[in-house]
């Protein structure tokens, strides 16, 4: 049964213009969205322990993790494979996000590290992107094996 | 959930209005749906696939956030009386909330209490109490929704009791609750925020307060009038061409001054002014108008000594002779 839909699914992608001609395969890899919290504990050593909870609070000013969780369910490797995430206008990137990571600030167009990209002021002259100015955030992985998987995750407060 | 909407135009909209930063002063509206959808690419049996994840979906929870502040520019003066105390609250919150509003006269350190007649808002918004324009709010006193940021004048209107004393002090407290509700940072109220989230207390515990300032002055004068007589024989006799010397000593006393104070002072029937002899404390005055303080016709002088504050004593003199 549930095959059944998701063959209606994909029929139906099929048939949307601008829709990619190669056709996905079924779902061999999977990613699965999830928004957390950090919540740190002791551990029984006294080593201070970092869990991602659940949040039940969403205030302006609060720190949420976004979490990407990735499965390679086929037989295949999966190669050059990107995930991109939209940064929703009412968060942004949290200052002590990884500085490593590959962000855009316009929307999609150009992509590095946020060090590295500009962005146009009202004055309309050029200025250093911050992590205000993040549109999108892309990881790249050369390789998802058979039966693989991963998580990525990135902190953003919400404005 | 018009908010929401908002925000999901938004992401659709062309780059150029996505790389401008929305400016959220008080944070992003209470009941915002935040949104998140990753898509992943990937190569597998020669083609190039892409996948999208599930949306996670938050709502923003709507923060209780509450600030007052006094607008008069310090105590002010007052007198028994009517005063009228001005106040600005501003819902620091992100999202829509009334504020109860309670006043209290008593506040430890007074010198007197004043009566707390009303609260009112300023309801044509021009700072200024208007009695029979700006609504008096009835108990409980409440603030009309305020949207974040949205900020609203108060004026609370008190009495001054008879009986006070120059220079005595007294405050009035003005108190601001979140309807909703107030508690210590953190507090929760399940499902009572905007768009069916959660309302959150903030920093402020969702209650603030402010004090208005009222300073009693009340100036007095007092005028004291004495004469001294020359006969035209040396002595003190009242007699037909003797010269009665009258000082008016003017003595203002109190914290504050008096405006446009006046002294005219009639010769007495019987008597004609010497011309040329008004003076004010010491100095001499001419007897025409308009060219100094003083000035003297025929059946009276006349002295404006203007703003006087307290603590001065002025003093005018003038001359008339027994007819």
């Known amino acids: ?159 | 959930m018009k908010n929401a909407q908002k925000y999901v135009v938004a992401l659709s909209l062309p780059l150029a209005a996505l790389v401008a930063t929305p400016a959220y002063a008080a944070g992003v509206d209470a009941g915002t749906l935040i949104e998140n959808t990753a898509q992943a690419t990937y190569d597998a049996g020669g083609g190039t696939e892409t996948v999208d994840s599930n949306t996670v979906i938050v709502k923003v929870d709507e923060l209780l956030d509450v600030t007052l502040t006094s607008l008069d520019p310090g105590a002010i003066n007052t007198a028994p009386g009517p005063e009228v105390l001005t106040f600005e609250i501003t819902n620091t919150g992100n999202g829509p909330e009334a504020f109860t509003l309670t006043a209290d006269p008593v506040v430890p350190g007074n010198d007197f209490d004043t009566t707390v007649d009303s609260i009112a808002i300023d309801t044509n918004g021009n700072g200024v109490y208007d009695p029979g324009v700006d609504q008096i709010l009835t108990g409980p006193e409440t603030t009309p929704v305020l949207d974040a940021d949205e900020n609203l004048t108060i004026f609370v209107l008190v009495t001054v009791p008879a009986g006070v004393a120059d220079s005595d002090l007294s405050d009035v407290e003005l108190t601001a609750e979140a309807v909703t509700g107030t508690g210590a940072p953190g507090t929760t109220f399940a499902g009572q925020g905007e768009n069916g989230s959660d309302a959150v207390v903030g920093l402020t515990g969702a209650d603030a307060n402010a004090i208005g300032s009222l300073q009693v002055v009340i100036t007095t004068v007092d005028l004291l009038k004495s004469a001294t007589i020359v006969d035209p024989f040396g002595g003190t006799s009242s007699v037909p061409g003797s010269v009665i010397t009258y000082t008016i000593a003017a003595e203002v006393t109190g914290s504050g001054s008096v405006d446009d104070l006046l002294i005219t002072d009639p010769y007495p029937a019987g008597t004609t002014y010497i011309p040329g002899t008004l003076t004010l404390d010491g100095g001499a005055l001419t007897d025409a108008a308009g060219d100094d303080a003083g000035d003297a016709d025929a059946t009276r002088i006349s002295v404006d000594l203007g703003t006087v504050a307290g603590g001065t004593t002025r003093s005018v003199t003038f001359d008339v002779e027994i007819d």
Do not use: C
Request: aromatic share 6%; glycine share 6%; charged share 20%.
């Open chain 1, 1 to 159: 049964m549930r095959k059944f839909f998701k063959i209606l699914a994909i029929s139906a992608l099929f048939s949307m213009p601008l829709a990619s001609p190669v056709a996905a395969q079924d779902g061999q890899v999977k990613i699965t969205n999830s928004v957390k919290i950090e919540q740190v504990s002791q551990s029984d050593s006294g080593e201070p322990q970092v869990k991602l909870v659940d949040p039940d609070v969403f205030i302006p000013g609060g720190r949420l993790i976004f979490v990407t969780d990735y499965q390679n369910d086929g037989a295949e490797p999966a190669t050059n494979f990107v995930v991109t995430n939209p940064l929703h206008s009412a968060v942004r990137l949290a200052d002590d996000a990884d500085p490593d990571l590959t962000v855009s600030a316009d929307g999609g167009t150009v992509w590095g590290k946020l060090s590295e990209l500009t962005v146009s002021s009202e004055d309309g002259s050029t200025v250093a992107a911050s992590h205000d100015d993040v549109t999108h955030i892309r990881w790249t992985l050369a390789e998802v094996a058979p039966g693989a998987s991963g998580r990525i995750k990135y902190p953003v407060i919400i404005r």
